[in-house]
């Protein structure tokens, strides 16, 4: 396992979905301003190009300078606020989590019948 690798697949899909709750700000605000502006932001959103903020910004840089540009800035104080504490509630999220499943997990194994056993468990009994 290579950390390094997954610490930067887990950044570029942070910055994407920064890009993404960046733009469902900028919508937001819009839609008091001018909504003609967030309902096209909002369809030339739609078409799948999200998925990759920085490609997404790219291509709305060609089409709307002005709307890239405050989506960048709204992008980057996101991630000036979350970037003190995201770190301890990643850890403390993914321990609560597995804690949670892992119980649920327990649970099922403690009451399970005969009949909620898997085929293939009761194949290993015979």
């Not at 950044?11 to 890009?19: A, F, H, Q």
């Not at 469902?24 to 008091?32: E, H, S, T, Y």
């Not at 993914?94 to 909620?116: I, M, P, Y």
Request: with cysteine; hydrophobic share 40%.
């Amino acid at each position: 396992m290579d950390i390094n690798q997954v610490a930067k697949a887990t950044t570029k899909t942070l910055i994407s979905y920064l890009t993404y709750e960046a733009m469902r700000i900028v919508a937001m605000q819009l839609d008091q301003t001018n909504p003609p502006l967030a309902y096209w932001l909002r369809r030339f959103s739609s078409t799948g190009k999200l998925q990759d903020g920085d490609a997404y910004l790219e291509e709305m840089l060609q089409a709307n300078q002005e709307i890239a540009f405050r989506l960048m800035v709204v992008r980057q104080h996101l991630a000036q606020e979350i970037a003190d504490f995201l770190p301890e509630m990643l850890r403390s999220g993914v321990e609560q989590s597995n804690t949670k499943l892992r119980c649920a997990h327990l649970d099922r194994l403690v009451n399970t019948t005969a009949d909620n056993i898997p085929e293939w468990e009761k194949l290993d009994q015979e």
